[in-house]
């Protein structure tokens, strides 16, 4: 059983920044795909950041340029830097692995974290 156990998550003014961790339960030569998500009160998840076939980052258009995406693979720990945080940013955020397809920012995602909070006061 794969387990992914997101933290970092808090309450911050706009413009602050969160780093957010998701730790992984898989051995360090195991190939898998990871993306952050996130889903606010009465709408859909959506991809906030995932890596490409090729390793390259990938950001849907809202968080261009404020987040980044990045990965220890010998902590098996993905992380997501968040800056200059907008109100809009508020919701759960959730990690996500497969081991089979890398899904980039679409939710079909095999494995899934609880999630974390974030939320931005304006």
């Known amino acids: 059983q794969v387990q992914l156990v997101e933290s970092g998550g808090g309450s911050v003014q706009a413009g602050g920044s969160l780093v957010l961790s998701c730790a992984v339960s898989?051995?360090?030569?195991?190939?898998?795909?990871m993306g952050w998500f996130r889903q606010a009160p009465g709408k859909e998840r959506e991809g906030v950041a995932a890596?490409?076939?090729?390793?390259?980052?990938r950001y849907v258009d809202s968080v261009k340029g404020r987040f980044t995406i990045s990965k220890d693979n010998a902590k098996n720990t993905l992380y997501l830097q968040m800056n200059s945080l907008k109100p809009e940013d508020t919701a759960m955020y959730y990690c996500?692995?497969?081991?089979?397809?890398?899904?980039?920012?679409?939710?079909?995602?095999?494995?899934w974290g609880q999630g974390t909070q974030v939320t931005v006061s304006s």
């Open positions: 996500a692995a497969d081991l089979w397809v890398n899904y980039e920012l679409g939710v079909g995602y095999t494995y």
């Open positions: 898989l051995s360090t030569n195991t190939h898998y795909w």
């Open positions: 890596f490409g076939s090729a390793g390259n980052p």
